[in-house]
Protein backbone atom coordinates (compact mmCIF):
# COMPACT_ATOMS: atom_id res chain seq x y z
CA UNK A 1 0.00 0.00 0.00
CA UNK A 2 1.39 2.84 -1.04
CA UNK A 3 1.36 5.94 1.42
CA UNK A 4 2.62 9.80 1.25
CA UNK A 5 2.63 11.78 4.12
CA UNK A 6 3.29 15.60 4.27
CA UNK A 7 4.51 17.65 7.33
CA UNK A 8 5.45 21.27 7.83
CA UNK A 9 3.01 23.23 7.33
CA UNK A 10 2.17 25.69 9.71
CA UNK A 11 1.00 29.60 10.40
CA UNK A 12 3.73 31.80 9.47
CA UNK A 13 4.19 35.55 8.48
CA UNK A 14 4.51 36.85 5.33
CA UNK A 15 8.18 36.78 4.08
CA UNK A 16 8.80 33.87 6.11
CA UNK A 17 9.82 30.26 5.15
CA UNK A 18 8.49 27.14 5.53
CA UNK A 19 10.06 23.62 4.43
CA UNK A 20 7.37 20.90 4.00
CA UNK A 21 8.18 17.34 3.51
CA UNK A 22 6.84 14.35 1.94
CA UNK A 23 7.66 10.55 3.09
CA UNK A 24 6.50 7.99 1.15
CA UNK A 25 6.07 4.36 1.85
CA UNK A 26 5.21 1.33 -0.07
CA UNK A 27 6.71 2.33 -3.09
CA UNK A 28 10.45 3.32 -4.28
CA UNK A 29 10.39 6.66 -5.28
CA UNK A 30 13.78 6.61 -7.41
CA UNK A 31 11.35 5.33 -10.68
CA UNK A 32 8.92 7.84 -10.25
CA UNK A 33 8.52 11.74 -10.89
CA UNK A 34 6.95 14.15 -7.89
CA UNK A 35 5.00 16.64 -7.39
CA UNK A 36 3.47 19.12 -5.28
CA UNK A 37 0.10 20.47 -5.68
CA UNK A 38 -1.65 22.99 -3.02
CA UNK A 39 -5.76 24.07 -2.62
CA UNK A 40 -6.80 27.29 -1.50
CA UNK A 41 -10.48 27.32 -0.28
CA UNK A 42 -13.17 27.76 -2.35
CA UNK A 43 -10.25 27.15 -5.62
CA UNK A 44 -9.71 24.14 -7.28
CA UNK A 45 -6.31 22.55 -6.83
CA UNK A 46 -3.56 24.05 -8.88
CA UNK A 47 -0.09 22.81 -9.45
CA UNK A 48 2.99 24.22 -7.25
CA UNK A 49 6.41 22.06 -8.19
CA UNK A 50 7.38 19.18 -10.47
CA UNK A 51 10.44 17.05 -9.88
CA UNK A 52 11.41 14.06 -12.14
CA UNK A 53 13.02 10.96 -10.93
CA UNK A 54 16.52 12.07 -10.99
CA UNK A 55 16.58 15.12 -9.46
CA UNK A 56 17.70 16.59 -12.68
CA UNK A 57 14.58 18.59 -14.03
CA UNK A 58 12.04 20.61 -12.04
CA UNK A 59 9.26 23.04 -13.16
CA UNK A 60 7.08 25.40 -11.22
CA UNK A 61 4.02 27.56 -11.26
CA UNK A 62 4.54 31.01 -12.33
CA UNK A 63 3.58 32.19 -9.33
CA UNK A 64 5.92 30.61 -6.96
CA UNK A 65 9.04 30.75 -9.40
CA UNK A 66 11.90 31.64 -7.64
CA UNK A 67 11.07 31.46 -4.29
CA UNK A 68 9.88 27.76 -4.10
CA UNK A 69 12.64 24.94 -4.51
CA UNK A 70 11.02 21.54 -5.10
CA UNK A 71 14.00 18.63 -4.48
CA UNK A 72 13.94 14.50 -3.84
CA UNK A 73 16.09 12.35 -1.34
CA UNK A 74 15.88 9.01 -3.19
CA UNK A 75 17.61 7.06 -0.85
CA UNK A 76 14.98 8.05 2.13
CA UNK A 77 11.79 8.19 0.08
CA UNK A 78 11.22 11.56 0.85
CA UNK A 79 10.53 15.12 -1.20
CA UNK A 80 10.49 18.67 -0.16
CA UNK A 81 9.41 21.89 -0.89
CA UNK A 82 11.61 24.83 0.47
CA UNK A 83 9.20 28.05 0.33
CA UNK A 84 11.10 31.27 1.07
CA UNK A 85 9.20 34.84 0.52
CA UNK A 86 5.64 33.51 1.46
CA UNK A 87 2.77 35.72 0.77
CA UNK A 88 -0.64 35.76 2.28
CA UNK A 89 -1.55 34.49 -1.57
CA UNK A 90 0.40 31.43 -1.24
CA UNK A 91 -1.99 29.90 1.93
CA UNK A 92 -3.72 26.56 1.11
CA UNK A 93 -3.48 22.68 2.16
CA UNK A 94 -0.23 21.55 -0.02
CA UNK A 95 -0.40 17.97 -1.27
CA UNK A 96 2.28 15.93 -2.51
CA UNK A 97 2.09 13.49 -5.28
CA UNK A 98 3.04 10.78 -6.75
CA UNK A 99 3.32 10.46 -11.03
CA UNK A 100 2.82 7.53 -12.39
CA UNK A 101 4.36 8.56 -15.62
CA UNK A 102 8.20 10.00 -15.70
CA UNK A 103 7.79 13.27 -18.20
CA UNK A 104 6.61 17.04 -16.37
CA UNK A 105 2.81 17.08 -15.72
CA UNK A 106 0.97 19.60 -13.89
CA UNK A 107 -2.41 18.05 -14.61
CA UNK A 108 -3.43 16.67 -11.24
CA UNK A 109 -4.85 13.22 -13.38
CA UNK A 110 -1.23 11.98 -14.04
CA UNK A 111 -0.51 11.42 -10.10
CA UNK A 112 -1.88 8.38 -8.92
CA UNK A 113 -0.68 8.76 -5.35
CA UNK A 114 -1.57 11.81 -3.02
CA UNK A 115 -1.17 12.59 0.58
CA UNK A 116 -4.12 13.99 2.87
CA UNK A 117 -2.25 17.46 2.67
CA UNK A 118 -0.62 19.83 4.84
CA UNK A 119 -2.04 23.26 5.95
CA UNK A 120 0.08 26.30 5.13
CA UNK A 121 -1.06 29.67 6.46
CA UNK A 122 0.39 33.26 5.71
CA UNK A 123 -0.41 36.22 7.74
CA UNK A 124 0.14 39.44 6.45
Known amino acids: QVQLVESGGGLVQAGASLRLSCAVS????????MGWFRQAPGKEREFVAF????????YYADSVKGRFTISRDNAKNMVYLQMNSLKPEDTAVYYC?????????????????WGQGTQVTVSS
Open 51 to 58: INWSGGST
Open 97 to 113: ANSFGRTYSARPRDYDY
Open 26 to 33: GRTIGSYS
